[in-house]
């Protein structure tokens, strides 16, 4: 309201630039969006953009369109993994970088601390002396107020307003030179189609002009702009033109691709393609052949399945999809457990119904040694668990980096490899009996750090179809946690516990009580189940076997075995 984006009295949702479901449900930012606000004159297109390193396609195709970055630091919690590796990016593009060290409204605060902790980080990264010399701005975002001065009397923003007008330089474009202006990113609107977001690069973009696409090919196609978009505080108005560095969004074209550049016809200069990170994970997504095959879903044939993944591939270039053996199975290459569980969820939301496998590291040929993706992991636990964590991240040959205590916590920073950190995060939740937080972004490759032990217990497989029973699981439930409850119907090979010993094991979980005339006492007691563990996408993934699989519908997950007739299975 203080830029005049929205009026005083507007109903404005919550984490407005976060519009997506997913978003607001699991409080990160996924895609990036781009808005534009008027503040002295002077026009500032912001581009939030996610966190996470698991979608870092994002923001690496996104600091393109930018002149300088707000780092957005938390004046308690401080640098975070994730933070290193947005702020390695943006380093790289020779941006120099804001610090706005928020929340600092809180009475914890350690705002000082922060700052010896972001410039040690940017050192660390080999910023530059000009990069090093960032201005700061202390604010909280939650009461829209921020200061230069840690002690300054806060009143509004115009602080960090002025800030921006002040160290982030102007574009250095030619408006008058021929067209220039290259797709970043995709989005897609349900009237006019795919909706194409940039920077005009160079020249005048404008509504009804002929201008010409370069593929990557090289191959060019010519059109017409027959609507053209900005961002002006939270819509999207119809815009006449957009002047070299503005950011626009051409609608109704869809033949352009990420990367692609406009140019105008008479003058055919395409700008460098987009470089992205290479994926790090691998899953397979396949057809659900269960019995309960299409129950749920509306979109169940591989063509639908591939046709969508094909058309995902298009707007997230970080992810890379790749045909297999078999015509019913596709390899899905991705950044992160996080990035791929977001994409499963997606379709099981569009009604797609799918099997997926295991998480599957790709490793990398560096200097003629065999390398894998490692991660940064930061722990922030009671000082009481600290042992079993240390104990545990030890075992999957994570290697202690610093370890800070604070206020009867302990902050643990290690690196680890990426498939040692698979099912780790629920048993860090149990070892820390929820009182935990663990950040895990991407690091980068490193020589393979040999073997490591696999999940040591087995799982309770259903050995006969039909409903679930109350009296079955009762007797089961005492040596396994089950993922089912009672009246659930179950078919043979689905995975519906987890044994607490090694070794799989077939239970017929659909035993109803038997019905005899015979009294005795205390023989019809009603059965007390303890309540199944909720099946969860990254969950699942972590706890997976290779021979297993996680079955997605729309209304529900379940695990299953590759082939389900016990007799079939190998058995020990």
Not at 91 to 105: A, Q, S, T, W, Y
Request: aromatic share 4%.
């Amino acid at each position: 309201a203080q830029t005049g984006a929205f009026r005083e009295n507007q109903q404005v949702a919550e984490r407005a630039m976060d519009s997506e479901d997913l978003e607001r449900e699991r409080g990160i930012t996924i895609h990036a969006k781009e808005t534009a606000i008027e503040y002295e004159g002077v026009r500032i297109h912001v581009v939030d953009t996610p966190g996470h390193a698991d979608f870092g396609g994002e923001v690496e195709r996104v600091l393109g369109m930018v002149d300088s970055v707000l780092l957005l630091v938390d004046s308690v919690e401080g640098v975070m993994p994730q933070t290193r590796f947005v702020v390695g990016k943006a380093l790289e593009h020779g941006l120099r970088p804001i610090l706005v060290v928020n929340k600092i409204d809180r009475p914890e605060e350690r705002a000082d601390e922060v700052l010896d902790e972001v410039f040690d980080l940017l050192v660390a990264l080999g910023a530059n002396d000009e990069q090093l010399d960032f201005p700061v701005v202390y604010a909280s975002a939650k009461q829209g107020v921020a200061s230069r001065e840690l002690q300054e009397e806060r009143t509004d923003l115009r602080p960090l307003l002025d800030t921006i007008l002040e160290h982030a330089p102007q574009p250095v474009v030619d408006t008058e030179a021929p067209l220039q202006f290259q797709a970043v990113t995709l989005d897609h609107d349900a009237y006019v189609g795919r909706l194409v977001i940039g920077r005009v690069a160079r020249g005048t973009l404008k509504r009804g002009a002929m201008a010409t696409r370069i593929a990557e090919d090289g191959g060019t196609e010519t059109f017409r702009i027959t609507k053209l978009l900005g961002a002006r505080g939270l819509e999207r108005v119809e815009l006449e033109e957009a002047k070299a560095g503005d950011l626009a969004v051409i609608a109704g074209i869809d033949t352009i691709d990420v990367g692609d550049t406009l140019c105008d016809p008479g003058t055919l200069e395409p700008l460098p393609r987009l470089t992205i990170d290479p994926p790090t994970v691998r899953v397979r997504f396949t057809v659900n052949t269960s019995p309960f095959a299409g129950k749920d879903g509306r979109f169940l044939t591989s063509r639908q399945i591939k046709e969508r993944l094909d058309r995902e591939a298009l707007g997230n270039v970080s992810i890379e999809i790749e045909p297999t053996d078999s015509p019913e199975t596709f390899s899905v290459a991705g950044r992160g457990e996080l990035q791929l569980s977001v994409l499963i969820e997606t379709l099981r939301r569009e009604g797609y119904e799918f099997a997926v496998s295991r998480p599957e590291i790709i490793q990398r040929e560096i200097d003629g040694k065999t390398c894998e993706p490692v991660e940064d992991v930061v722990a922030e636990v009671p000082e009481d668990y600290l042992g079993p964590v240390m104990e545990k991240l030890s075992a999957r040959r994570g290697r202690v980096v610093a370890l800070e205590h604070r206020d009867g916590r302990a902050r643990l920073e290690l690196v680890a490899p990426s498939r040692g950190l698979f099912g780790y995060r629920s048993v860090f939740l149990s070892d820390t009996r929820g009182e935990g937080v663990l950040h895990r972004t991407v690091r980068g490759y490193e020589p393979w750090a040999g073997d490591l032990s696999t999940r040591t217990e087995g799982a309770i497989i259903a050995s006969e179809a039909g409903q679930t029973t109350a009296h079955a699981l009762s007797n089961i439930q005492e040596r396994a946690t089950m993922f089912v409850d009672a009246g659930i119907p179950v078919y043979e090979g689905q995975v519906v516990g987890e044994n607490r010993r090694p070794g799989d094991m077939n239970v017929n979980v659909c035993r109803g009580k038997k019905l005899t005339n015979v009294r005795a006492a205390g023989k019809d007691d009603a059965a007390v189940l303890t309540p199944p563990r909720k099946i969860e996408i990254e969950w699942a993934l972590e706890w997976m076997a290779d021979d297993e699989l996680l079955e997605v519908t729309p209304k529900s997950f379940r695990l299953r075995k590759r082939t389900l007739p016990a007799n079939l299975r190998k058995r020990g």
